[in-house]
């Protein structure tokens, strides 16, 4: 297995400008905490090959990205960024942000967060220092769903839920700066809704912004599914066009 991380460098498979929020510079970092059944990124798997690179270099190319195709916004996705914090991308979070005046979105399933406070308050200074907003993606409306899809321990289902509200403790500011995603596609209506009533208790602005996401059903994330015997109820197929909200 390939290393993820060495020192203050984290390996990235690429970087391009993608569609999501308008248009927005993407680094698509290795390596990820999770092993969601549904997951159609390439690069949360630690073999999957690429260059490890240093903070500085990464807020670097995304600049050099946002400048020549005219975007304003960066976003580190694919696999989960908020791995190496504090070595790697706070130091490149803070670039973008306070020198190059780049808007910067962390698209997170926030267990690292849930789990050690010191992140969400660094996030919460990153956010004194310019603009930014936290995605954090739930996984499932409830702990049952959520460790039938992640394979991971019912119990880290609460710790997600818990990085939304730490967030807002420290500052990050409810449905602008910080609101979940959600994976809707494996959940029955009820508890969705039972789901949104818990946000609204943490913050109604939660609600309000709330992100739905849906599997996409690629033929390796249908064989995946297939083989633990798992059927999305609601999923969108390859090609066919995303409604508007999804992009
Ligand atoms: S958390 Fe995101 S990147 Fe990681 S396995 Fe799940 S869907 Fe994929």
Partial sequence: MKLTTHGDKRRYYRFRVDRWYGGVATADVIGCNFRCVFCWSRSRDPNT???LTRPEEVAEKLYEL???????????????????????????????????????????????????????????DLASMGSIEVRVSIKGAKPETFERITLVDRRYWYVQVEALRT????????????????????????????????????????VENLDPEYVILY?????????????????????????????
Wanted: hydrophobic share 45%; proline share 8%.
């Fill in 49 to 51: 090959p690429g260059k």
């Fill in 66 to 124: 946002c400048m020549r195709r005219r975007v304003r916004q960066v976003r580190v996705s694919g696999a989960e960024p908020t791995i190496a914090w504090f070595e790697h991308m706070l130091k490149a979070a803070k670039i973008i942000v306070s020198d190059y005046k780049l808007h910067f979105i962390l698209e997170t399933n926030g267990v690292l967060i849930g789990l050690d406070r010191r992140l969400a308050r660094s996030i919460a």
């Fill in 167 to 206: 967030l807002i403790e420290e500052g990050l500011k409810p449905g602008d700066e910080v609101y979940p995603a959600l994976m809707m596609s494996f959940d029955r209506d009820e508890d969705i809704r039972k789901f949104i009533r818990m946000l609204s208790e943490i913050h109604p602005a939660l």
């Fill in 219 to 247: 033929p390796h994330v249908r064989e995946r599914l297939r083989r633990v015997g798992i059927k999305p109820l609601r999923f969108f197929k390859p090609g066919e066009p995303l409604p508007e909200w999804m992009i």
